[in-house]
């Protein structure tokens, strides 16, 4: 079992920067992979970016390519999302999620444990 608990959301206006954490507990962090996915009211939460066991090959949703940064540090247990230049539509419930599956996956139904989210808003 893997507890996630992400922190970090808030209010920003467009343009500015926030930074996501998700401290993990429980079974071995860096044997899991790590991804980021988002819901905005209405929609199915999407993928928004992974990383692999070791911090290696980062993965990321197309949107968010060159703005956003996902990190880990498995000596803290914990993994980052650095979003900047956000913009009204990446307001969202932001969720981290570990896989036990080696290599990255974009896929929702492959992660195995996930957090309870934390709200991102944008001011336009």
């Known amino acids: 079992q893997v507890q996630l608990v992400e922190s970090g959301g808030g209010l920003v206006q467009a343009g500015g920067s926030l930074r996501l954490s998700c401290a993990a507990s429980?079974?071995?962090?860096?044997?899991?992979?790590m991804g980021w996915f988002r819901q905005a009211p209405g929609k199915e939460r999407e993928f928004v970016a992974a990383?692999?066991?070791?911090?290696?090959?980062?993965v990321y949703e197309d949107s968010v390519k060159g703005r956003f940064t996902i990190s880990r540090d498995n000596a803290k247990k914990t993994t980052y999302l650095s979003m900047n230049m956000l913009k009204p539509e990446d307001m969202a419930v932001y969720y981290c999620a570990a896989t036990s599956r080696l290599g990255i996956t974009t896929q929702r139904g492959a992660y195995d444990y996930w957090g309870q989210g934390t709200q991102v808003t944008v001011s336009s």
């Open positions: 990383i692999s066991r070791s911090g290696a090959t980062p």
């Open positions: 429980g079974r071995t962090f860096s044997s899991f992979s």
